[in-house]
């Protein structure tokens, strides 16, 4: 079973940067891809970027956030993989909890659709404050 903690979500200001991370129990698995959502208050969790794990590690954006946001992989850790994402010149419609979820199956990879992923966090507060 894989398990998925986010950290790092705080209070931060408008223009400010943040850094969230996902830590997962070490993947059994050499193909996989992992993604950050976004949940706001009474709407659908959102889709914000994906990274596969295989090769040069590719990623891809919502074009709501591309050129702020910035997904990454650090699989240094023998035990377990973190994924990373830095989000920077915060805005309030930022403000939401971040979710990580990751898809271990043998298709494609959902990318920033919520069906697809079999494993996801509880996720990490992120509020910007104007």
């Known amino acids: 079973q894989v398990r998925l903690v986010e950290s790092g979500g705080g209070s931060v200001q408008t223009g400010g940067s943040l850094r969230v991370s996902c830590t997962a129990s070490?993947?059994?698995?050499?193909?996989?891809?992992m993604a950050w959502f976004r949940q706001f208050p009474n709407k659908e969790r959102e889709g914000v970027a994906f990274i596969g794990a295989n090769g040069n590690h590719t990623a891809k954006y919502a074009d709501s956030v591309k050129g702020r946001f910035t997904i990454a992989l650090d699989k240094g850790n023998p035990d377990t993989t973190t994924l990373l994402l830095r989000i920077d010149n915060l805005e309030p419609a930022d403000t939401a909890m971040y979710v990580c979820?990751?898809?271990?199956?043998?298709?494609?990879?959902?990318?920033?659709?919520?069906?697809?992923?079999?494993?996801w966090g509880r996720g990490t507060q992120v509020s910007v404050s104007s």
């Open positions: 070490k993947f059994a698995f050499s193909s996989y891809c």
């Open positions: 979820a990751a898809y271990t199956g043998r298709g494609y990879c959902p990318g920033l659709t919520t069906s697809g992923y079999n494993y």
